[in-house]
């Protein structure tokens, strides 16, 4: 028998919480689903789903819990912590299904290289918004260092997008929400 799976969804959509509880309750069991929308102990739970603005507003409650959340957004992203909402049911249940698979999972692709430094800095300035040209001149390297570093960096996490990169800066903690 299979351990019962605690799922929160802290999701201000009716609809969406409405259609994420249908979905789970379709296809995973046994599971208990809490749909308060209470941020106030979320150590029980297997997953916890809550869409962008949820996580960003509240990054200090989720980062303690980020192997365990999966953000629900509207654009397409090959990011392991992400649902994207226009997905199909298949590949929504595979996302979900990989939290549940790997207790342990790494919210970006799993490598033993870490970023350096200097893609530190990188990083920091594409989730500011920054564009190559302004990264460049801030950091006083020349703007194939910056794209080389962007490349890297992007071969290290497995995220292509800045999107993804913003998202990984703030869900690491590189980066805060109040520097955006």
């Known amino acids: 028998m299979s351990k019962n799976k605690h799922i929160a969804l802290i999701l201000p959509d009716t609809i969406i919480r409405l259609g994420m509880e249908k979905l789970l309750s379709d296809f995973f069991s046994p599971i208990t689903i809490d ?42 992203s090959d990011d392991t912590s992400m649902i994207n909402a226009f997905d199909n049911t298949e590949t929504i249940i595979k996302r979900i299904q990989s939290v549940f698979k790997q207790p342990c999972r790494s919210t970006y692709k799993d490598t033993n290289e ?14 500011k918004g920054l564009i190559n040209k302004e990264i460049a001149k801030l950091l006083n390297i020349s703007l194939n260092t910056v794209l080389t570093h962007r490349k890297n960096i992007s071969a290290k996490l497995g995220v292509k997008t800045s999107s993804g990169l913003t998202s990984y800066a703030i869900i690491n903690g590189i980066i805060s929400t109040n520097d955006l």
């Not at 106030?40 to 507003?57: C, K, V």
């Open 35 to 76: 749909s308060s929308n209470g941020l106030s102990n979320l150590a029980p739970y297997d997953l916890i789903i809550t869409d962008s603005i949820h996580f960003i507003n509240n990054t200090t409650v989720f980062l303690p819990h980020k192997r365990n959340v999966l953000i629900i957004n509207n654009l397409p």
């Open 114 to 127: 870490r970023l350096t430094p200097r893609e530190t800095d990188i990083l920091r300035c594409v989730a």
